[in-house]
T-cell receptor
Framework: DQQVKQNSPSLSVQEGRISILNCDYT??????FLWYKKYPAEGPTFLISISSIKDKNEDGRFTVFLNKSAKHLSLHIVPSQPGDSAVYFC??????????FGTGTRLQVFP | EAQVTQNPRYLITVTGKKLTVTCSQN?????MSWYRQDPGLGLRQIYYSMNVEVTDKGDVPEGYKVSRKEKRNFPLILESPSPNQTSLYFC?????????FGQGTRLTVV
């Protein structure tokens, strides 16, 4: 059973606009959430994270929002740039040593 | 330069022929882990290690073995590979809060 779900396999956004990537989870014990970005032929790289005690974390153009009651988090990229085109994975941890990943969303930013 | 190095990057092998994928990190991390990435399934954890001689199963450990004899190395061993282990494998080190990934090993078992 998929505990972390990214229901949109792909997303296409025009350069300069906002990209919103969504992630849902089922395990209420998750208390730490992360987003990773992956380019082809490379390993995932850490992007941004959020603890369950917060509902928002911002780092430059990237903001992650957490809605614990809905078990939902989202990543906002503003403004989107062509270099943001990649696969984005959300991941969650329940204070153990395991990290559970979603299935990924492929973002394409076009000019 | 801080990095996680996996070898080989690409490997084609036959069913049943034992193989090892090596992973090495130079960041003195205690935590290391292995993942496989498959279409529609995302990244799934195979094994992880909290420190030297301490390893534990992830979500999909069947058919794999690992060892952690020294802090920097965490090899993944397939004793008898099968076609369903054809996948893209990633090694990672660092904490759950921020893991650093290798570039991946694409394994094909025929």
């Amino acid at each position: 059973d998929q505990q972390v779900k990214q229901n949109s396999p792909s997303l296409s956004v025009q350069e300069g606009r906002i990209s919103i990537l969504n992630c849902d989870y089922t395990n209420s014990m998750f208390d730490y959430f992360l987003w990773y970005k992956k380019y082809p032929a490379e390993g995932p790289t850490f992007l941004i994270s959020i603890s369950s005690i917060k509902d928002k974390n911002e780092d430059g153009r990237f903001t992650v929002f957490l809605n614990k009651s809905a078990k939902h988090l989202s990543l906002h990229i503003v403004p989107s740039q062509p270099g943001d085109s990649a696969v984005y994975f959300c991941a969650a941890s329940d204070n153990t040593d395991k990290l559970i990943f979603g299935t990924g969303t492929r973002l394409q930013v076009f000019p | 330069e801080a990095q996680v190095t996996q070898n080989p990057r690409y490997l084609i092998t036959v069913t049943g022929k034992k193989l090892t994928v090596t992973c090495s990190q130079n960041m003195n991390h205690e935590y290391m882990s292995w993942y496989r990435q498959d279409p529609g399934l995302g990244l799934r954890q195979i094994y992880y290690s909290m420190n030297v001689e301490v390893t534990d199963k992830g979500d999909v450990p069947e058919g794999y073995k690992v060892s952690r004899k020294e802090k920097r190395n965490f090899p993944l061993i397939l004793e008898s590979p099968s076609p369903n282990q054809t996948s893209l494998y990633f090694c990672a080190s660092g904490s759950v809060a921020e893991a650093f990934f290798g570039q991946g090993t694409r394994l094909t078992v025929v």
